[in-house]
C-alpha cells in the first residue's frame, strides 16, 4: 500500500496526513512541541459495517474509551497517536490504518499489549521532561522569547508607517512627488515624514537597522495602503451587514481617471438609528454604459456585499447613465431584485441632473462644455475675480472641474450679465499688454462663445427650462412625504416644459434678430430655422422622458404618509398602507404594524416627530424591539434617497468632489479613494484592534517581515 499515494488522494489536510508523509521524527524540536500540543485528532468518521441483525457505526464515545486512538477522516480510518509519534517501524496502527469496525474492539486490544505501542506511550508521556529535551525545550523558550521581541518591535515600527499611510491618504497627499527624481534633496511625503519622525521617536529612529522596514518601495507602501484599505472596508461592510435595508447610488466620477468611472455609494441605517452613506470605490465602466453593461457591474456588487435580500432602493444622477439606457437598466435591476425600486434621490439638484442627461445630445454637451469654462476663467487668477466683482458687482458662482458638479447658477449669471461679460473681455482683449497670455486667449474664447448664435440659443432654452425645474425641485424638497402633492408638481412641471414647444418661435426670434449674421450662411434661413427647432424639440423631449423616469415610482411610496409628521391623526391610512404591503409587503407584518402606528398616534411624546427622530427615540429608550415594524419602517423610509435633502447630500457628494478635486494630478487608486473619502469612519475605528488587523492583514502579503507571535 502506497502510504504517501494516499496522504495527496485524501486531501484532508489533518495532521496524521501530514505525519504520514514527514515523519514525527525528522521534524525539529520546535515543530514536535506543536504537533503533541496540538493533540491527537477526533474527528467523527464515517464508518459502518453489517453486523448480524444490524448496521454497525462509529460511535466518538469510543475516543474516551481508548485515550490512544486517532483517525483520520480523509483515509476514513484509525490510528494509534503515540506510535505515529514515536514508532518508525511500519505498521497497521501508525501507516496503514485499520477500518474493519467488526473487529475494531478485538484489534484495540490486542494493540495494547503489543511491546512497540508500550514503548511509543513511554515515550511520548516522557516527551520534553528528559535532560536532552528539557535543554531543547529551554532553548526552544528562548527561541520563542527573541523571536516574540523581535516581533513586537517589528509590529511597533509598522504602527507607526500605518500613521503616516493614513496621515497622507486622510489629507490626499502625494505618497511620491512624480518630480522627486529631479530633487535629491525630496524623497517625496511619504519618506520625508519618516525622517522627520525619527528625530522624535526612539523606536524609528533605527529604522535603517530594522532591516526589511527600509524598503520604502512602491510596492511596500502600496500593500500597506491596500491594507489599512482592507481593513476600512471590513469595517464597513460590517456595518452593511447589520443594516436592515440598504439602497445604492452611483454617481458620475470620470475626472478621476480619464477613462470613464461611477462612484459606488451604500446608503443604509446605522445600530444607533442614523443614516450612513458610504463610498466603496470608483467602478470601471469603460465605454460601455448600456443597461446590459451597467447592470453587470450592479449585480456583481449586490452579490459580493451580500445584500440582495435587503436591496431597497437604486439611484443614479444623470451623467452615469445614458439618458436612452436609464429606465432599461432600472428595469434590469428591479427584474432581479423586485424590491429595489428606482427613485430620484433628493441630494442630486434636478437641474443638475437634467443638464447631465441633456449632454448626450452633442450640440447640448458642447454648450455645457462652454458654460463651465466661465466659471473656470474666474476661479484660477485673483485679477479675474477682482475685475468680474468690480465690474459686476457681484461673485462669480464657483464650480469645481469636474461635470457632475455643475449647476444652473452658472447658466443664470450667464444669462444675466451677458453684455457686461462681454464688455469685461473685450476690455481684456483691447488691454492685452496688462493682462497674462493665458488670460487673453481666454477672454477671446469666451467672448466668441458670447457672440456665438448656437450658444446663445441653448443658454436662454436653458435658462427658462431651469427656472421652471429649479421651482419644482425646491417644492418638493418641503413635501417629500406628501406623495399625491409631489406627483402632482411632477405632471405639471412635465405639461409646461412640453408646452414651452409653442414657444420656440420667441427663441428663433431672438436669435434671428440680434444674430442677423445667420442669414449669411449657405445654407437656406429656413433650413437653419428648422435644425433650431428640431434641436429644441429634442431638448424638450429628452428633459420631459428624464423627468418621468426618475419619478416614475413615486406612486409606490404613497406609504412614506405613514410617518409624515404633519400628518399624523388618530387613524391609520388606509391607503398608504396598502401602498406598503404592494411595495415592500415581504418585509413586515401588517396586522403588528398597524397596531403600533395607532399606538403612535396616540402617544403624545411621539407623535408629529420627523423619521429620524422617532427613530433614535425608539433606539435610546428600547422601544425598538416593543415596536420592533415601526422601527423597521422608520429604517425603510431614511434609507430610500428619496428621503435625503441637498444639505445631506454632504454626506457623500462633498466627500467624493473634495477628494477628486484636492487629489487632481496624483497617481489614484481605489485603496486611496476610499481612506480619504471615508476618512472620518477611519479615525473612528482606531484603536489597537485597528493596527492589530492591518498588521494581520499586511502579512498576509508575503513580506519577509517577522509579524506573528508564537
Known amino acids: 500500500m502506497d502510504v504517501k499515494r494516499d496522504c495527496v488522494s485524501s486531501q484532508c489536510n489533518c495532521i496524521i496526513e501530514s505525519l504520514l508523509s514527514n515523519k514525527f521524527s525528522s521534524r525539529t524540536y ?3 512541541v506543536c504537533t503533541v500540543q496540538r493533540g491527537r485528532p477526533m474527528p467523527d468518521v464515517s464508518l459502518t459495517s453489517k453486523a448480524k441483525n444490524c448496521i454497525r ?3 466518538k464515545v469510543q475516543y474516551e474509551k481508548t485515550k490512544w486512538l486517532a483517525a483520520c477522516s480523509g483515509f476514513n480510518k484509525f490510528y494509534c497517536w503515540p506510535c505515529l509519534l514515536f514508532n518508525n517501524e511500519r505498521g497497521t496502527w501508525n501507516s496503514y490504518g485499520f477500518s474493519d ?9 490486542r494493540h495494547e499489549l503489543s511491546s512497540s505501542h508500550l514503548t511509543s506511550v513511554i515515550n511520548l508521556t516522557r516527551f ?3 535532560p536532552t529535551d528539557f535543554l531543547l525545550n529551554s532553548q526552544h523558550r528562548k527561541n520563542i522569547e527573541t523571536h516574540n521581541e523581535k516581533v513586537k518591535k517589528n509590529r511597533e515600527i509598522l504602527r507607526r508607517l500605518i500613521d503616516v499611510v493614513c496621515f497622507l491618504s486622510e489629507q490626499q497627499l502625494a505618497f511620491r512627488d512624480h518630480e522627486e527624481s529631479a530633487d535629491p534633496d525630496n524623497e517625496g511625503n511619504y519618506v520625508e515624514i519618516l525622517h522627520l519622525c525619527k528625530k522624535y521617536d526612539p523606536i524609528l529612529s533605527n529604522l535603517q537597522e530594522a532591516g526589511i522596514f527600509s524598503d520604502t518601495s512602491n510596492s511596500f507602501q502600496n ?32 475626472e478621476i481617471r480619464t477613462g470613464a468611472q461611477l462612484s459606488f455609494v451604500v446608503r443604509y441605517v446605522l445600530s444607533d438609528g442614523n443614516i450612513a452613506e458610504r463610498f466603496l470605490g470608483f467602478l470601471n465602466v469603460g465605454s460601455d454604459r448600456t443597461a446590459s453593461g451597467l447592470s453587470k457591474i450592479v449585480f456583481d456588487k449586490i452579490e459580493e456585499l451580500k445584500i440582495g435580500h435587503k436591496f431597497v432602493a437604486q439611484t443614479y444622477d444623470g451623467a452615469s447613465v445614458m439618458s436612452s439606457e436609464l429606465n432599461g437598466l432600472q428595469k434590469k435591476v428591479k427584474e432581479k431584485y423586485p424590491n429595489a425600486f428606482f427613485v430620484h434621490c433628493m441630494a442630486h439638484r434636478l437641474n443638475l441632473v437634467l443638464s447631465q442627461a441633456a449632454a448626450n445630445i452633442q450640440e447640448c454637451d458642447k454648450f455645457f462644455s462652454q458654460i463651465k469654462s466661465f466659471s473656470l476663467f474666474f476661479c484660477k487668477l485673483t485679477k479675474r475675480v477682482h475685475q468680474f466683482d468690480t465690474e ?14 455643475l449647476n444652473h447658477s452658472l447658466v443664470e449669471t450667464v444669462r444675466e450679465y451677458h453684455e457686461k461679460l462681454a464688455d469685461l473681455f473685450l476690455n481684456i482683449i483691447d488691454n492685452s499688454s496688462k493682462w497674462d497670455t493665458e488670460s487673453y486667449t481666454y477672454a477671446q474664447a469666451l467672448y466668441s462663445n458670447l457672440q456665438n448664435c448656437e450658444f446663445n440659443f441653448l443658454l436662454n432654452v436653458f435658462g427658462d427650462i431651469f427656472i421652471c425645474t429649479n421651482t419644482a425641485f425646491d417644492t418638493l424638497q418641503t413635501k417629500p412625504f406628501d406623495v399625491s402633492y409631489c406627483v402632482h408638481t411632477v405632471n405639471e412641471i412635465v405639461k409646461v416644459l412640453k408646452e414651452k414647444k409653442h414657444d420656440f418661435p420667441k427663441f428663433w426670434a431672438n436669435v434671428d434678430g440680434i444674430y442677423p449674421q445667420i442669414k449669411k450662411r449657405k445654407t437656406a434661413l429656413e433650413t437653419e430655422e428648422e435644425r433650431y427647432r428640431q434641436l429644441f424639440y429634442k431638448i424638450i423631449d429628452l428633459i420631459c422622458e428624464q423627468i418621468e423616469i426618475r419619478f416614475q415610482n413615486l406612486n409606490e411610496l404613497h406609504f412614506l404618509a405613514l410617518l409624515d409628521p404633519m400628518r399624523q391623526s388618530n387613524n391609520v391610512q388606509e391607503t398608504s398602507l396598502t401602498s406598503l404591503k404592494h411595495s415592500y409587503e415581504d418585509y413586515f407584518d401588517s396586522q403588528k404594524l398597524r397596531s403600533e402606528l395607532t399606538a403612535l398616534y396616540k402617544d403624545a411624546e411621539l407623535k408629529g416627530k420627523s423619521v429620524q427622530d422617532l427613530l433614535c427615540i425608539l433606539h435610546n429608550s428600547g422601544l425598538d424591539e416593543a415596536l420592533s415594524q415601526l422601527t423597521k419602517l422608520c429604517e425603510l423610509i431614511l434609507t430610500l434617497p428619496t428621503s435625503a435633502t441637498v444639505e445631506r447630500s454632504l454626506s457623500y457628494l462633498s466627500r467624493i468632489h473634495n477628494y477628486t478635486r484636492n487629489s487632481q494630478g496624483q497617481e489614484k487608486s481605489s485603496s486611496l479613494a476610499l481612506i480619504g473619502i471615508e476618512k472620518a469612519v477611519l479615525k473612528s475605528i482606531k484603536n489597537d484592534s485597528f493596527y492589530n488587523d492591518v498588521i494581520n492583514n499586511f502579512n498576509q502579503k508575503q513580506r519577509r517581515i517577522e509579524l506573528i507571535f508564537k
Not at 392 to 405: G, L, S, Y
Open 223 to 254: 500593500d500597506l495602503i491596500n491594507s489599512v484599505a482592507e481593513v476600512l472596508l471590513e469595517k464597513i461592510k460590517s456595518e452593511i451587514n447589520d443594516s436592515t435595508f440598504v439602497a445604492i447610488i452611483l454617481d458620475e466620477a470620470s
Open 57 to 59: 457505526k462509529f460511535s
Open 30 to 32: 520546535a515543530e514536535k
Open 128 to 130: 520534553g521532561k528528559t
Open 392 to 405: 459686476i458687482k457681484r461673485h462669480f458662482p464657483k464650480v469645481a472641474p469636474t461635470d457632475w458638479n
Open 101 to 109: 469496525l467488526n473487529n475494531l474492539h478485538k484489534a484495540i486490544k
